[in-house]
C-alpha cells in the first residue's frame, strides 16, 4: 500500500472547495490571513513549479461552519509520467500557531505564525486554521510534470485537490549565492534561560548546534559557530558546502585575530569569514573605530571587517571598513553600487526599523514582504544580510533576564511584533526547533535570489559567447521591477509573484538549455507612462530568424537587431522568437501602461517668505537659494516642517545641498498624529553637491491609520556642526523622479 502522510486541515485562501457545512481552500503561502478574516477564492488545483534542491510550499485553509472534532489531511506520493517518484519524505506539514499582532492596517488581531510539525487537530465554529504543505525537490530530480492529490477529511466529510508539481531541468547549488548573518544572538543565554539549563551543559551545547544546522537548512548562515572556532570541531561546519559566511566576532587585540586567521587561511575558509568591527557606531564612536581599524587590519590584511549602520554613517567612514552593511531604509542606489566598484561588498539588514512601508520580517508585515526583500538584494546586487536575532526567547527583567511567553506575546515592541524572533523554542531541547512563517518565507526569498543569480550568470555567459555588450544586472532589475518597483512599493498580490517566479524559471530553463540569445531593453518591466518609447536591442547567432509581436520593423546591425515600441495604456505583452539552425527560442517582456496624473503640494520652497519651521538643535536663515540649516552639536538636530495629514499624497519630494567641502548625512523622517517616529530615508550628499532625493509620505504599504502632521529633516547625534541647504520640499500623489528611490 502506498505510503501517505496525515496532515490537518486549516487557514488561507484558495480556490473555493465547498462540502457540507465547511469551506476549504488551497492558496499561496504568502496569502496571510487573520484568523477572522474572511476567506478569498483561492485555488481549483494545486499546481506548483520548482528546480531540484528547492521548497515549494502552498496552505490548506478551513473556515468551519460547525466545529469540528477531527480535521485530518492526506497527501499522496506524487509520480511523474517517466516514472519519476517524489516520496513523502520529502512533504512536510505544518499546522498554523496565531499570534496577536497589529496588522497592516492597524487592528489587532490573530496571525498565523509558528509552524507546528502536527498533522490533526479539532476546528472550531467559524474560526480560520492554517497548515502548510512544504515539498522538498531533491537534487537531480528527474524533470517532469508530477502528479497527486491531497485529500481533506473533516469528521469523515472529504474534499480533494489535484496536485501538480513541474520539476525543472537544473537544480539550485548546495551553495547559496549570496551571503548572509541571520545571528543566534546570546544563544546560549538563550537557551540556557528559556529551558533553565547551564549554558554549559551537553544539553545546551547539542541544542544550540541544532539549531545551526536549521538555518543553514534555509539557505541562511547563522554567523558565529556553535564552537570555538580554535576547536577541531570547527572545521565540520566550515567545510560543509552549505556553509559560506561565518563571523569571527569582535577580536579587540591585533595578535589574537591574527592567530585565528592564520589558522583559517591553512584550512582555506578565511575569505568565507568576516570580523564584526563594530555595531552601529555613533558620532562619538566613529574615531576610536577608525583607529581599532587601522591597527588590526595594518597585522592582519587578509581579513574583513563588517561594519553596521542606521546612522548613515557608513558613507563618511567607508574606507575603514571591507563589508559595509547598511540599513534597508539607508541603501543608496547611487554611493553604493560605487562603493562596489571600489572594490567593497555591500551588505543590508533590518530590524526594528524600518517599518511599512519598507518590507520587514515582522508578524504585521504583508506575507509577500518577507519573501521579496530576497528579490530586492538581487534587485540592486547586495552581497549579503544581516539579521540580528533568530531567537529573542528572553527579556530583561530587574533580577536580569527572564524566560519570555514568546508562544502568546512578542518580546518585541508593539509596532515591531516578532522583530528578533524568526524561530521558536520546541516543548523540550531533543525536539527540533519550530519554524515561523516568516522564516520559510524568507527561505523562499533566498532560494529566488539563488534563481535570479543563476540566470544573471547565464546572460553573462551568453553575452561573452556573443561578443557583445550586455548588462545582466539590468536585466535581473527588469524583472524584479515587475513585483517590486521600489523598497516601499512591492506587490502585496501573492499571484503576481508567483506568476513572474514562473516565467523566471521558463527564462533560465531556456537560457540554460537553449542558444546564446539576449534581449535589452532601454526601460525595465513593470508599470511605465503610457506613451513611452522603449528601444529593444536583440543579439543572436548569424544566421537566425526573427518575429517580433506585436509586429515592429527592426534595424539588423551585424548580430544586433534594433526596434522600437511605444507602450500603450493597459497591459502589453511583448514576445519575441529566435529560429536558427532548427532551433526555437521565445523571449518575453511585460509592461504596463499608466496614466499619471500628478498632484503636487508644496510645504517649502526657496525664496518662499515666512516658511513654517521650527528647530531643535538647529537653526536657519532663508537665503536666496534656499533655507540655510545648521544643525548643532547634540542628540538629534532637526528642522520640523508642519503639514496637514492630506492622505492623497504618497510622497516626500526633497531638494537639498551641501555648501560644504566634506560629504554630509542626514536623515529624513515623519511624525504622525500619535507622536510615533516613522522612518523615511537618508540622504547623502557628496561636497557641495544637490541631489534630488524622494521618501515614503502616505506610501502604498504603509499603516492605513497613520495620519502625518510633521515632517522631520534631522541629523543622527552629532560631535560638531553640520550645514545644508534646503532647496524645496513638494508632496506628491505619484512617484516623482529622484536618485535614490528606484
Known amino acids: 500500500m502506498k505510503k501517505q502522510i496525515l496532515f490537518i486541515l486549516a487557514l488561507l485562501g484558495c480556490a473555493e472547495a465547498v462540502r457540507a457545512d465547511h469551506r476549504v481552500i488551497a492558496d499561496s503561502v504568502m496569502n496571510k490571513l487573520a484568523q477572522d478574516a474572511p476567506l478569498p477564492a483561492g485555488w481549483n488545483k494545486i499546481e506548483l513549479d520548482a528546480a531540484g534542491n528547492e521548497h515549494e510550499i502552498f496552505q490548506i485553509a478551513v473556515r468551519p461552519d460547525q466545529d469540528v472534532r477531527r480535521a485530518e489531511v492526506r497527501i499522496s506520493e506524487l509520480k511523474s509520467g517517466n516514472g519519476g517518484r517524489i516520496t513523502t519524505e520529502n512533504i512536510q506539514i505544518f499546522r498554523a500557531h496565531y499570534i496577536v499582532s497589529p496588522g497592516p492596517d492597524g487592528v489587532s488581531r490573530r496571525y498565523p505564525d509558528a509552524m507546528l510539525p502536527e498533522t490533526k487537530t479539532d476546528l472550531t465554529k467559524g474560526v480560520n486554521q492554517a497548515f502548510y504543505v512544504d515539498i522538498h525537490v531533491p537534487k537531480n530530480q528527474v524533470p517532469g510534470t508530477y502528479q497527486g492529490k491531497v485529500v481533506v477529511d473533516l469528521d469523515g466529510k472529504t474534499v480533494s485537490f489535484p496536485l501538480s508539481l513541474r520539476v525543472r531541468a537544473f537544480s539550485l547549488p548546495d551553495t547559496p549565492t549570496v551571503h548572509s548573518a541571520f545571528l543566534l544572538w546570546h544563544g546560549w543565554r538563550q537557551i540556557s534561560v528559556y529551558y533553565g539549563v547551564s549554558e554549559k551543559s551537553p544539553e545546551c551545547q547539542a541544542f544550540l548546534q541544532k539549531l545551526y544546522w536549521f538555518l543553514v537548512e534555509r539557505r541562511l548562515m547563522p554567523g558565529d559557530l556553535p564552537v570555538s572556532l580554535r576547536s577541531e570541531q570547527a572545521l565540520k561546519y566550515l567545510k560543509d558546502p552549505r556553509v559560506n559566511t561565518f563571523s569571527l566576532g569582535w577580536i579587540p587585540g591585533a595578535e589574537p585575530l591574527k592567530k585565528v586567521c592564520e589558522k583559517l587561511k591553512q584550512a582555506d575558509v578565511l575569505n568565507n569569514g568576516f570580523v564584526y568591527a563594530w555595531d552601529e557606531p555613533k558620532d562619538n564612536d566613529i574615531e576610536k573605530y577608525k583607529a581599532y581599524y587601522r591597527r588590526t587590519k595594518a ?444
Open 299 to 742: 597585522a592582519v590584511p587578509e581579513a574583513r571587517f563588517l561594519l553596521t549602520d542606521n546612522h548613515n554613517h557608513l558613507p563618511l567612514i567607508s574606507d575603514y571598513a571591507d563589508i559595509l552593511c547598511t540599513g534597508i531604509s539607508t541603501y543608496d542606489p547611487i554611493f553604493y553600487p560605487a562603493e562596489q566598484r571600489r572594490g567593497k561588498s555591500v551588505w543590508w539588514y533590518t530590524c526594528d526599523i524600518p517599518t511599512a512601508p519598507y518590507p520587514t520580517y515582522h508578524i504585521n508585515a504583508f506575507g509577500t514582504a518577507p519573501r521579496l526583500l530576497g528579490w530586492l538584494q538581487a534587485k540592486y546586487g547586495i552581497e549579503g544580510s544581516l539579521y540580528w536575532s533568530t531567537v529573542l526567547w528572553t527579556k530583561s527583567a530587574k533580577q536580569g533576564f527572564v524566560k519570555a511567553d514568546v508562544w502568546n506575546v512578542p518580546v518585541s515592541g508593539k509596532n515591531t511584533p516578532g522583530d528578533g524572533q524568526l524561530i521558536y523554542p520546541p516543548e523540550a531541547m531533543t525536539e527540533q526547533p519550530v519554524s515561523s512563517l516568516r522564516l520559510e518565507l524568507i527561505r523562499q526569498g533566498n532560494e529566488d535570489v539563488d534563481l535570479l543569480n543563476m540566470l544573471r550568470n547565464e546572460l553573462t555567459q551568453n553575452a561573452r559567447q556573443l561578443g557583445v555588450k550586455y548588462s545582466a544586472d539590468d536585466r535581473i532589475f527588469s524583472i524584479v521591477n515587475r513585483v517590486a518597483p521600489t523598497r516601499v512599493t512591492f506587490t502585496k498580490d501573492a499571484a503576481l509573484v508567483e506568476n513572474v517566479r514562473k516565467e523566471l524559471l521558463d527564462e533560465l530553463e531556456v537560457v540554460k538549455l537553449g542558444f546564446p540569445v539576449l534581449l535589452q531593453s532601454t526601460h525595465p518591466e513593470g508599470q511605465i507612462k503610457a506613451g513611452t518609447g522603449v528601444r529593444f536591442t536583440l543579439y543572436t547567432e548569424p544566421g537566425s530568424r526573427i518575429r517580433i509581436s506585436p509586429a515592429a520593423k527592426y534595424q539588423q546591425n551585424g548580430n544586433a537587431a534594433t526596434f522600437d515600441c511605444v507602450i500603450p495604456e493597459g497591459d502589453f505583452t511583448l514576445n519575441v522568437e529566435v529560429e536558427n539552425g532548427g532551433r526555437r527560442m521565445q523571449l518575453k517582456r511585460h509592461y504596463t501602461g499608466m496614466t499619471f496624473q500628478d498632484k503636487v503640494h508644496t510645504v517649502f520652497r526657496a525664496g518662499m517668505t515666512d516658511p513654517k519651521v521650527s528647530y531643535y538643535l538647529a537653526s536657519g536663515v532663508q537665503e536666496k537659494d534656499g533655507l540655510h540649516i545648521q544643525f548643532k552639536a547634540g542628540e538629534w538636530p532637526m528642522a520640523i516642517f508642519p503639514v496637514d495629514a492630506m492622505p492623497e499624497y504618497r510622497w516626500i519630494r526633497i531638494v537639498i545641498a551641501n555648501p560644504e567641502k566634506a560629504r554630509s548625512t542626514a536623515g529624513v523622517s515623519t511624525r504622525d498624529k500619535k507622536n510615533n517616529f516613522i522612518r523615511g530615508g537618508s540622504i547623502m550628499l557628496d561636497g557641495h553637491e544637490t541631489r534630488t532625493f524622494v521618501f515614503p509620505y502616505h506610501a502604498e504599504n504603509a499603516i492605513s491609520k497613520q495620519h502625518i502632521r510633521q515632517i522631520l529633516l534631522h541629523m543622527r547625534p552629532i560631535q560638531s556642526p553640520r550645514n545644508l541647504i534646503l532647496k524645496e520640499i513638494t508632496l506628491h500623489t505619484e512617484l516623482p523622479e529622484c536618485s535614490n528611490m528606484r
